[in-house]
């Protein structure tokens, strides 16, 4: 992998000296697949495990947008939530929650690229219910609050 990792080094450090828009993003994006590379190379858990929390996964994966439980999770793979929690973790180095919140951020992003929906509307479509708690997530997030991104 380090190959791999060197590359993204530098591919994030071209795409800020060229200071393109969006730069800031492109480049955090080469540094997350870093993390990536660095975490698949140094850690291991067991394929089984992870293939025991892959339906809650892939639920994730296409339902991010609701309001999911780590309850409710744990219970499509047959395990206790605690054990769900900590074996995500182990994955994917990240909480459910946390990953869960990193997508809808994600998808709000792109909402918001595409200059179609409010605010209030990009809220209610990536699952918050108040406009309010999903503005404050998306700028601790992201570093800029929905109004001004783009």
Same mark, same amino acid.
């Given at each position: 992998?380090?190959?791999?990792?060197?590359?993204?080094?530098?591919?994030?450090?071209?795409?800020?000296?060229?200071?393109?828009?969006? &730069?800031?993003?492109?480049?955090?994006?080469?540094?997350?697949?870093?993390?990536?590379?660095?975490?698949?190379?140094?850690?291991? !858990?067991?394929?089984?495990?992870?293939?025991?929390?892959?339906?809650?996964?892939?639920?994730?994966?296409?339902?991010?947008?609701?309001?999911?439980? !780590?309850?409710?999770?744990?219970?499509?793979?047959?395990?206790?939530?605690?054990?769900?929690?900590?074996?995500?973790?182990? !994955?994917?180095?990240?909480?459910?929650?946390?990953?869960?919140?990193?997508?809808?951020?994600?998808?709000?992003?792109?909402?918001?690229?595409?200059?179609?929906?409010?605010?209030?509307?990009?809220?209610?479509?990536?699952?918050?219910?108040? !406009? &309010?708690?999903?503005?404050?997530?998306?700028?601790?997030?992201?570093?800029?609050?929905?109004?001004?991104?783009?």
């Amino acid at each position: 992998n380090y190959t791999a990792i060197l590359k993204e080094f530098q591919k994030a450090e071209k795409l800020w000296k060229q200071k393109r828009t969006g &730069y800031e993003y492109a480049a955090m994006s080469a540094l997350y697949k870093i993390f990536e590379l660095m975490q698949t190379e140094t850690s291991y !858990v067991p394929s089984n495990k992870a293939e025991i929390i892959k339906p809650g996964y892939e639920y994730i994966s296409e339902h991010y947008t609701e309001n999911l439980s !780590v309850e409710q999770l744990a219970k499509m793979c047959n395990i206790s939530h605690t054990y769900f929690k900590e074996v995500f973790t182990s !994955v994917y180095n990240t909480t459910p929650k946390s990953y869960i919140i990193h997508l809808k951020i994600q998808y709000a992003c792109e909402l918001l690229k595409s200059r179609r929906y409010t605010i209030s509307e990009i809220a209610e479509i990536t699952g918050y219910q108040n !406009v &309010y708690y999903f503005s404050r997530t998306f700028k601790k997030i992201i570093g800029v609050a929905p109004s001004k991104y783009v």
